[in-house]
């Protein structure tokens, strides 16, 4: 499974061009916030992947993992081909899914998925989503918001275990 990944990771995106970034529309903020989530995941130690604020509240590797398994579904449902099965533990992916060294591999995996999936997508394809017609860009808009709120909850979980963001140091 982890081959599978790496291999699919290291597909070039569309011809090679330059990667956007803030202020440059879609991708670019999707981008921005991929980095910082991704920042943060290997800025964590290990050992605080398993915090959580209280009980019943996601860990930090929970996040993480729910980040991943939205980016698949959100694709799913924009019409794009599912690119890898997700690893199927008894308690999910999102529960399952708990070592450091993994979580960021996945969180890499999903990430590259959905810069594919939105530079190849017919974004204006009539998909269902949540039981309404919509064009495919609505449901990468909800992909795109989604990133930034768990980034934002993720730069909260970070500083609540003395995590500095690291662009912010």
Known sequence: MRLAVLLLSTFPLAAQQPTPGIGQGWLGEF???ASQILALAEATPEAKYSWRPA?????TSEVFMHI??????????AGAPQPLPMPAPKEGAEKGVTKKEDVIMWLKASF???RKS??????QKKVKFFGK???AENVFLR???HSHEHMGQSIAYARMNGVKPPWSQ
């Open 133 to 135: 017609e919509t064009p």
């Open 31 to 33: 981008n921005h916030a």
């Open 143 to 145: 992909l795109l918001v």
């Open 112 to 114: 590259d998925a959905v």
């Open 68 to 77: 991943v398994e939205t980016n698949f579904w959100l694709l799913g449902q």
């Open 55 to 59: 009980p019943g509240v996601r860990s």
């Open 118 to 123: 939105y530079v190849a997508a017919d974004r």
